[in-house]
């Protein structure tokens, strides 16, 4: 079992920056790449951007890529997703997810869910 905690959302006007954090805990946390995904109201669930359990590779979205960095850091079971130059339409729940596997973008795979956290971008 891995358990997720995010934290770190909150509203902020657009043009601004947040910084999301991932809190594991249980297995051994190295083995499994992470997943942040985001669901807007009324929206399915989609895939923001991964990073693998090495940390050594990363994918994004198309619409966050160049403005979101995720990173991760295994000493300390945690995965960040610092967030910039944030739009309107970047307001969402924010979820991360772990995989025992590559970073796959399907919901579907992933084994494990944290509770979500709210970003919300005013204009």
């Known amino acids: 079992q891995v358990q997720l905690v995010e934290s770190g959302g909150g509203l902020v006007q657009a043009g601004g920056s947040l910084r999301l954090s991932c809190a594991a805990s249980g297995r051994t946390f190295s083995n499994y790449a992470v997943g942040w995904f985001r669901q807007a109201p009324g929206k399915e669930r989609e895939f923001v951007a991964g990073?693998?359990?090495?940390?050594?590779?990363?994918r994004y979205a198309d619409s966050v890529k160049g403005r979101f960095t995720v990173s991760r850091d295994n000493a300390k079971n945690t995965v960040n997703l610092q967030m910039n130059s944030l739009k309107t339409e970047d307001t969402a729940v924010y979820y991360c997810a772990a995989v025992r596997s590559l970073i796959v973008r399907v919901t579907a795979a992933y084994d494990y869910w944290g509770q979500g956290t709210q970003v919300t971008v005013s204009s």
């Open positions: 990073i693998s359990g090495s940390g050594s590779m990363t």
